[in-house]
């Protein structure tokens, strides 16, 4: 009989109604309650669940300590039809990347590609939520984050530059859309702690001590390393340019001149295929291309052919059907504030 804690399974819409009730009770607005909820819903219901529900408790202390603003004055500021800044005045991420997706697509829909800069939120989340969102409405979504330094860069001594992320997702016919959403470290800060809990090795070249060593022992790493090396660290360096730097808040020169207080910046594009052509053809050559990759023959031992996003997106219809199984410290953290507040969603174990 095994003494592992049982997860608790709830259903997608139920767990997004009861995220909702907490992050209003936490002093967000019903609607930003109800826009934050359905990113950490979106993340744990593909399976991504560093980003899903388990983020409730963490914003719900941004909130409480005024790192977060829960009643924000977003903008949007605009000298050209096909560019916007929008200053999210401290927004959680869902809530002002989601306004922001919203705006590149309403622009792009006139102009043919459009981007919108993000200033001044704090923690994004998962950024494939947003080009995802872009996606559904026909257009191709491509997003960039920049953030707090919290890992290492090649031939630098300490953490220099954050494990920013790239996202992109295309939208097909008959397939689901293609979705990249990789951050530029080769290892999570979420996956180093969860080794150390354990006590588990980690990969080679993955993390590093806090002055820049490559080390496996979770005990000593406090960083990821770059993917690729110069490769990622390069990449993230252009992301704090194509974002913190181009919409007027820089982290990284502020951050190592002294400035730590915690914030994110962001860019979102959309591109219209209309504009590049037929937009009913484009749709089919694009599940043309995914459907050639996936009768390619697969690699000895390997599950099969995948894309980007396939396989998180079979997790999403499965999990809608029978429920999202959330961890029993996730459940527990979460229960304890409902509990406190009076706000308890269905439930039932799996």
């Known amino acids: 009989m095994s003494d592992?804690?049982?997860?608790?399974?709830?259903?997608?819409?139920?767990?997004?109604?009861?995220?909702?009730?907490?992050?209003?009770?936490?002093?967000?607005?019903?609607?930003?309650?109800?826009?934050?909820?359905?990113?950490?819903?979106?993340?744990?219901?593909?399976?991504?669940?560093?980003?899903?529900?388990?983020?409730?408790?963490?914003?719900?202390?941004?909130?409480?300590?005024?790192?977060?603003?829960?009643?924000?004055?977003?903008?949007?500021?605009?000298?050209?039809?096909?560019?916007?800044?929008?200053?999210?005045?401290?927004?959680?991420?869902?809530?002002?990347?989601?306004?922001?997706?919203?705006?590149?697509?309403?622009?792009?829909?006139?102009?043919?590609?459009?981007?919108?800069?993000?200033?001044?939120t704090v923690h994004t989340g998962a950024i494939g939520y947003y080009v995802s969102r872009i996606a559904e409405q026909g257009l191709v979504g491509i997003g960039f984050v920049a953030g707090m330094p919290n890992m290492g860069y090649t031939g630098v001594q300490g953490a220099a530059v954050a494990t920013s992320p790239l996202a992109i997702a295309v939208p097909a016919r008959e397939h689901a859309p293609l979705l990249l959403d990789m951050a530029t470290a080769t290892i999570a800060l979420g996956k180093i702690r969860q080794a150390k809990a354990s006590g588990t090795p980690l990969p080679e070249g993955a993390a590093a001590t806090a002055d820049g060593t490559p080390t496996t022992d979770p005990e000593q790493a406090v960083m990821p390393l770059p993917l690729g090396g110069a490769k990622g660290s390069g990449m993230s360096l252009a992301f704090e340019l194509l974002t913190s730097v181009l919409v007027g808040a820089p982290i990284f020169a502020s951050f190592h001149t002294g400035d730590r207080a915690h914030r994110q910046n962001a860019l979102l594009i959309a591109l219209d295929p209309a504009a590049f052509g037929d937009p009913t053809a484009f749709l089919a050559a694009v599940d043309d291309t995914l459907t050639t990759l996936k009768s390619l023959p697969p690699a000895e031992g390997a599950a099969g052919v995948f894309y980007p996003g396939e396989r998180s997106a079979a997790k999403a219809a499965e999990r809608g059907e029978k429920g999202i199984p959330v961890a029993p410290k996730v459940w527990r953290e979460l229960t304890e504030r409902a509990y406190m507040w009076g706000s308890m969603g269905r439930c039932h174990e799996a």
Do not use: C, M
């Open 4 to 120: 592992t804690p049982t997860k608790t399974l709830v259903p997608a819409d139920d767990l997004r109604a009861f995220s909702a009730a907490l992050l209003e009770k936490g002093g967000l607005s019903a609607e930003h309650a109800r826009t934050t909820a359905d990113v950490f819903v979106w993340a744990a219901q593909r399976g991504v669940d560093s980003h899903g529900t388990a983020r409730v408790p963490a914003y719900l202390d941004l909130l409480a300590k005024g790192v977060a603003n829960a009643d924000p004055h977003l903008t949007v500021e605009s000298t050209a039809p096909a560019a916007a800044v929008l200053d999210a005045d401290r927004a959680p991420g869902p809530v002002a990347l989601t306004a922001a997706a919203d705006e590149a697509v309403r622009r792009a829909r006139d102009t043919g590609i459009a981007s919108v800069g993000v200033r001044r």
